[in-house]
């Protein structure tokens, strides 16, 4: 257990249908990602927080995808109008981000929500 | 664009030792890192190493790093079949955008 969860740990939706994730991260951890990870390959990046401001999203994070980080502690990941397409597994990683961009991060990793859409 | 690329498959004899490999074409890369992922687990980090080192050992795990050839590789020395899992190399440049390769497949052989 790294200390990051992640609810629910699988959701079976059907197309079309609007789903959200949560992740609630090391409490002290500034920054938290967002990943999807499909079958055979690595995480690919989606978004990230630095406290509660958004700061960066991938082109992958389309339209239908939104992810907040209200008050700087958990977040939530919304996929609207769900398609096949978006069958993964949405992976979160905090980490105590330090001063500088050429600091050693360690991404701590939740255990990820497996989504399948029918 | 960044791109990681690694080699899918590897299979080893238990007490043998493990290469996996590791490409990565962005050349303003900071930190590499190995991380090790085991069935329905998310990933755990093994190690990295800071660009401006050519060889990190902790313990069973030697990394080296070939900065030319933006060529990273982890040794597990005396391999065993708990270290059956997937191998991803992850690499970091100077913003805080992480990329990570698709992942090497181990497994031990008893």
């Known amino acids: 257990d790294t200390g990051v969860s992640q609810d629910p740990r699988h959701k079976i939706t059907k197309r079309g249908q609007n789903v959200t994730f949560r992740c609630d991260p090391i409490?002290?951890?500034?920054?938290l990602y967002w990943y999807r990870q499909t079958l055979g390959q690595g995480p690919e990046f989606l978004t990230y927080f630095q406290n509660e401001a958004q700061l960066e999203k991938s082109r992958l994070l389309s339209d239908r995808f939104s992810a907040e980080r209200p008050k700087g502690s958990f977040s939530t990941l919304e996929i609207q109008r769900t398609e096949q397409g978006d069958s993964a597994m949405y992976l979160c990683?905090?980490?105590?981000?330090?001063?500088?961009?050429?600091?050693?991060?360690?991404?701590?990793f939740g255990p990820g929500t497996r989504l399948t859409v029918l | 664009g960044e791109d990681v690329e690694q080699s899918l498959f590897l299979s080893v004899r238990e007490g043998d030792s493990s290469v996996i490999n590791c490409t990565y074409t962005?050349?303003?890369?900071?930190?590499l890192y190995w991380y090790k992922q085991e069935p329905g687990a998310g990933l755990q980090l093994l190690t990295y190493?800071?660009?401006?080192?050519d060889m990190k050992q902790d313990q069973r795990l030697t990394v080296l790093l070939n900065k030319k050839d933006k060529h990273l590789s982890l040794r597990i020395a005396d391999t065993q079949t708990g270290d059956s899992a997937i191998y991803f190399c992850a690499e970091k440049g100077y913003g805080q955008n992480f990329v990570f390769g698709p992942g090497t497949r181990l497994s031990v052989l008893p």
């Open positions: 990683a905090s980490i105590l981000g330090l001063a500088g961009d050429n600091s050693y991060n360690e991404q701590f």
């Open positions: 409490s002290e951890h500034n920054r």
């Open positions: 190493i800071f660009s401006n080192m």
């Open positions: 962005d050349s303003s890369s900071t930190y």
